[in-house]
């Protein structure tokens, strides 16, 4: 998908280049080569060899109170890592850095407002201080290893130490992004029956408050909550019941500020992260403690090439996976400083996001696709007065990157002297499976790159053959998979089963991506072949939208379809069959709030149609690959399956 090429830009200084390009394909200078973790290709070849062996070596870059017994065991569709290991990932991330470095910083704070001094920093020590305190006023509240504890907060460093204390005392969190609706919230903690949820009064976004204890107070009706923790954000008012809700302070400023990290298992459940499936019922990915912990270690180290001095800002909210892995646990196990910032990138002003590179001298910066082209939109003038002269390597994430977004990412941002890492992976594999390593490369436009050291993917086609060429086909992931790779749906194992393990068997991992080889063995990622749609890089499906139109009294059945979009990648479309005893612009405000208040307003449509049908087969299947084309305007095809052929024409009078 080639919008426009950007014309070639020289590092504004030669000398300090970082990448260097040779014919198609960029590579990284000697300077950036020199001083990689990895630089050369060696390591590819030592784990393709022996890759369970190859893991074992990269284990023992963490802390383990014991040594695993068996590396990897496999009874598919399920599997173990590291088996007998004992370990703690707070105690890595923490006790294990403070010896050496106590009064280093390892969390900067930027608030939303520009006005606001409380520009919160926190040392190793410090935090260390902080998680403690917490994990013993949670003890005092009850939670015990393997208790479900909800984390419902926004970007605030509570929210870094919240889900660390947890993981100290081995309750397992379950984070829940900060503006998913109070229906959202409350579907999961049903599921994981949490008896704490960990809140905020209230949050900025955009200059607004946003009162977080009132969703959260609708949230945990007809839940197992029997305790409420609120951290006092923004100071507005909320509704306070005596008993369950407590102030995050008053419970903490008295706490000791030691508490022994609890000894887990290396299988024991670390967390509980839900994301959309197939169906509209979001699926709690169960992550575990010993695998997670190793892999998220050692992709920050290889991936990011985190090194001492790094100060790294991943813009991902911590209520996603990226946010959970890369914001926090990967660059603190590895001991250098992440930057979390409350607000949104082009607040107060498009270049908000620069000021902050700039300001806190950021080395490393990690984004999302659509926060590119939103930058891109705002025209590269805004940028020519920062120099982002710290600024040694990028990363996307999220969604795929077309090749004229990343050149901008790299002559603008990168002021044409950085790798980019395009990185890909889900939020069941925990971590970054597939990109070109920085200190090695290749680096393709539009090409994620390699599978990581260790990790064995193929692309197969329908029947399970291997494609070769350049054929597209289905990504899959095959055995020993790699150590951080979920471990099941939380309560759902025929799910779990069906939806990795059935395309092609129990030994296949099936990652529901699309996706070709170039003749470098470089992997291009074409999108999801499931029903996902990745709206600004959010993981939502059509049918968690479909059941939330649906259940509109109005409403007798819809199709929702993903669309490209020029700065979100995809927005969804909706049409949705109507009882028509309703004023139409009406009801589709009724819709639009209806699906604010089921999800949230990250998947509002693009457009609603309201209409008399949908098209079908005689079987009553939808069929939402005509209604796509219908929207595109592209040819239609062969109808003769359609049992309701008459209805295209009155969905095309509505466009
Ligand atoms: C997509 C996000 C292209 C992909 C970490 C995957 C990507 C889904 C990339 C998972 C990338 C992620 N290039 N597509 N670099 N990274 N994806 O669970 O479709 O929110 O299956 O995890 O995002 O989304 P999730």
Same mark, same amino acid.
């Given at each position: 998908?080639?919008?426009?090429?950007?014309?070639?830009?020289?590092?504004?200084?030669?000398?300090?280049?970082?990448?260097?390009?040779?014919?198609?394909?960029?590579?990284?200078?000697?300077?950036?080569?020199?001083?990689?973790?990895?630089?050369?290709?060696?390591?590819?070849?030592?784990?393709?060899?022996?890759?369970?062996?190859?893991?074992?070596?990269?284990?023992?870059?963490?802390?383990?109170?014991?040594?695993?017994?068996?590396?990897?065991?496999?009874?598919?569709?399920?599997?173990?890592?590291?088996?007998?290991?004992?370990?703690?990932?707070?105690?890595?991330?923490?006790?294990?850095?403070?010896?050496?470095?106590?009064?280093?910083?390892?969390?900067?704070?930027?608030?939303?407002?520009?006005?606001?001094?409380?520009?919160?920093?926190?040392?190793?020590?410090?935090?260390?201080?902080?998680?403690?305190?917490?994990?013993?006023?949670?003890?005092?509240?009850?939670?015990?290893?393997?208790?479900?504890?909800?984390?419902?907060?926004?970007?605030?460093?509570?929210?870094?130490?919240?889900?660390?204390?947890?993981?100290?005392?081995?309750?397992?969190?379950?984070?829940?992004?900060?503006?998913?609706?109070?229906?959202?919230?409350?579907?999961?903690?049903?599921?994981?029956?949490?008896?704490?949820?960990?809140?905020?009064?209230?949050?900025?976004?955009?200059?607004?408050?946003?009162?977080?204890?009132?969703?959260?107070?609708?949230?945990?009706?007809?839940?197992?909550?029997?305790?409420?923790?609120?951290?006092?954000?923004?100071?507005?008012?909320?509704?306070?019941?005596?008993?369950?809700?407590?102030?995050?302070?008053?419970?903490?400023?008295?706490?000791?500020?030691?508490?022994?990290?609890?000894?887990?298992?290396?299988?024991?459940?670390?967390?509980?992260?839900?994301?959309?499936?197939?169906?509209?019922?979001?699926?709690?990915?169960?992550?575990?403690?010993?695998?997670?912990?190793?892999?998220?270690?050692?992709?920050?180290?290889?991936?990011?090439?985190?090194?001492?001095?790094?100060?790294?800002?991943?813009?991902?909210?911590?209520?996603?996976?990226?946010?959970?892995?890369?914001?926090?646990?990967?660059?603190?196990?590895?001991?250098?400083?992440?930057?979390?910032?409350?607000?949104?990138?082009?607040?107060?002003?498009?270049?908000?996001?620069?000021?902050?590179?700039?300001?806190?001298?950021?080395?490393?910066?990690?984004?999302?696709?659509?926060?590119?082209?939103?930058?891109?939109?705002?025209?590269?003038?805004?940028?020519? !007065?920062? %120099?982002?002269?710290?600024? =040694?390597?990028? *990363?996307? #994430?999220?969604?795929? &990157?077309?090749? /004229?977004?990343?050149?901008?990412?790299?002559?603008?941002?990168?002021?044409?002297?950085?790798?980019?890492?395009?990185?890909?992976?889900?939020?069941?594999?925990?971590?970054?499976?597939?990109?070109?390593?920085?200190?090695?490369?290749?680096?393709?436009?539009?090409?994620?790159?390699?599978?990581?050291?260790?990790?064995?993917?193929?692309?197969?086609?329908?029947?399970?053959?291997?494609?070769?060429?350049?054929?597209?086909?289905?990504?899959?992931?095959?055995?020993?998979?790699?150590?951080?790779?979920?471990?099941?749906?939380?309560?759902?194992?025929?799910?779990?089963?069906?939806?990795?393990?059935?395309?092609?068997?129990?030994?296949?991992?099936?990652?529901?991506?699309?996706?070709? !080889?170039? %003749?470098?063995?470089?992997? =291009?990622?074409? *999108?999801? #072949?499931?029903?996902? &749609?990745?709206? /600004?890089?959010?993981?939502?499906?059509?049918?968690?939208?479909?059941?939330?139109?649906?259940?509109?009294?109005?409403?007798?059945?819809?199709?929702?379809?993903?669309?490209?979009?020029?700065?979100?990648?995809?927005?969804?479309?909706?049409?949705?069959?109507?009882?028509?005893?309703?004023?139409?612009?009406?009801?589709?405000?009724?819709?639009?709030?209806?699906?604010?208040?089921?999800?949230?307003?990250?998947?509002?449509?693009?457009?609603?149609?309201?209409?008399?049908?949908?098209?079908?087969?005689?079987?009553?299947?939808?069929?939402?690959?005509?209604?796509?084309?219908?929207?595109?305007?592209?040819?239609?095809?062969?109808?003769?399956?359609?049992?309701?052929?008459?209805?295209?024409?009155?969905?095309?009078?509505?466009?």
């Amino acid at each position: 998908m080639l919008k426009k090429v950007y014309p070639e830009r020289n590092s504004d200084d030669p000398s300090r280049a970082l990448l260097e390009k040779r014919g198609d394909l960029y590579y990284p200078t000697k300077e950036f080569q020199k001083k990689a973790w990895i630089n050369n290709g060696k390591i590819y070849k030592e784990a393709e060899k022996a890759p369970i062996k190859f893991w074992e070596k990269l284990a023992k870059e963490i802390y383990w109170q014991k040594k695993w017994k068996k590396a990897f065991l496999h009874k598919p569709p399920y599997f173990e890592w590291f088996s007998g290991g004992k370990l703690n990932l707070s105690e890595n991330c923490l006790d294990k850095n403070i010896p050496k470095l106590k009064d280093k910083i390892a969390l900067i704070w930027e608030p939303e407002s520009e006005t606001e001094t409380a520009n919160r920093i926190f040392t190793y020590k410090e935090l260390f201080q902080e998680v403690n305190k917490l994990a013993n006023a949670l003890k005092k509240l009850g939670v015990k290893k393997g208790d479900r504890v909800g984390i419902y907060l926004p970007m605030i460093p509570e929210i870094v130490v919240s889900m660390l204390a947890c993981v100290r005392i081995g309750a397992v969190h379950t984070v829940v992004f900060s503006a998913f609706s109070s229906q959202s919230l409350k579907v999961r903690l049903q599921d994981t029956e949490a008896k704490v949820l960990i809140t905020a009064d209230g949050y900025y976004r955009r200059g607004q408050i946003i009162n977080l204890k009132q969703n959260a107070d609708d949230g945990i009706n007809e839940t197992k909550v029997e305790k409420v923790v609120v951290v006092k954000r923004a100071g507005n008012e909320v509704l306070w019941r005596e008993g369950r809700d407590f102030w995050f302070n008053d419970l903490t400023k008295d706490e000791s500020d030691k508490c022994e990290a609890e000894s887990m298992d290396s299988e024991d459940p670390l967390f509980l992260l839900y994301t959309s499936g197939s169906t509209g019922k979001p699926k709690g990915i169960l992550h575990t403690c010993g695998g997670y912990t190793v892999q998220t270690k050692v992709t920050g180290k290889f991936i990011f090439d985190f090194h001492n001095q790094d100060i790294f800002w991943c813009t991902s909210d911590p209520g996603w996976i990226t946010g959970h892995t890369y914001t926090i646990y990967s660059p603190l196990l590895n001991g250098i400083t992440t930057l979390l910032f409350e607000g949104a990138p082009d607040w107060p002003t498009p270049d908000r996001w620069a000021k902050i590179i700039e300001k806190h001298k950021v080395t490393i910066f990690y984004t999302a696709p659509t926060a590119i082209r939103m930058f891109e939109k705002y025209g590269a003038e805004i940028l020519k !007065k920062y %120099k982002f002269e710290k600024l =040694r390597l990028l *990363g996307t #994430v999220g969604e795929p &990157i077309d090749e /004229a977004a990343w050149l901008w990412y790299f002559n603008e941002a990168g002021k044409g002297r950085c790798p980019i890492v395009d990185t890909w992976w889900q939020t069941e594999t925990g971590g970054i499976l597939i990109t070109s390593l920085p200190g090695i490369g290749p680096f393709r436009p539009a090409f994620t790159g390699l599978p990581f050291p260790g990790v064995r993917f193929d692309i197969l086609d329908e029947k399970g053959k291997s494609c070769s060429g350049e054929k597209e086909g289905n990504l899959v992931i095959l055995p020993p998979f790699s150590p951080g790779l979920l471990r099941g749906i939380y309560k759902n194992p025929e799910k779990y089963l069906e939806t990795y393990w059935s395309q092609y068997g129990k030994n296949v991992y099936f990652t529901s991506d699309g996706a070709y !080889k170039d %003749k470098d063995g470089l992997i =291009r990622i074409i *999108g999801r #072949v499931d029903d996902v &749609i990745k709206v /600004a890089g959010h993981r939502i499906t059509t049918g968690e939208l479909e059941a939330a139109i649906n259940s509109h009294f109005s409403i007798d059945e819809s199709a929702v379809i993903g669309i490209p979009d020029k700065i979100k990648g995809e927005a969804p479309i909706v049409f949705a069959v109507y009882k028509n005893d309703k004023n139409k612009e009406e009801l589709k405000k009724e819709l639009i709030d209806k699906i604010k208040k089921e999800i949230g307003p990250i998947a509002l449509p693009k457009e609603i149609y309201l209409v008399e049908d949908l098209p079908k087969t005689r079987s009553g299947k939808i069929m939402r690959r005509i209604l796509r084309k219908i929207f595109t305007g592209e040819e239609l095809g062969d109808l003769s399956t359609l049992a309701n052929p008459e209805i295209i024409e009155k969905i095309k009078n509505l466009m």
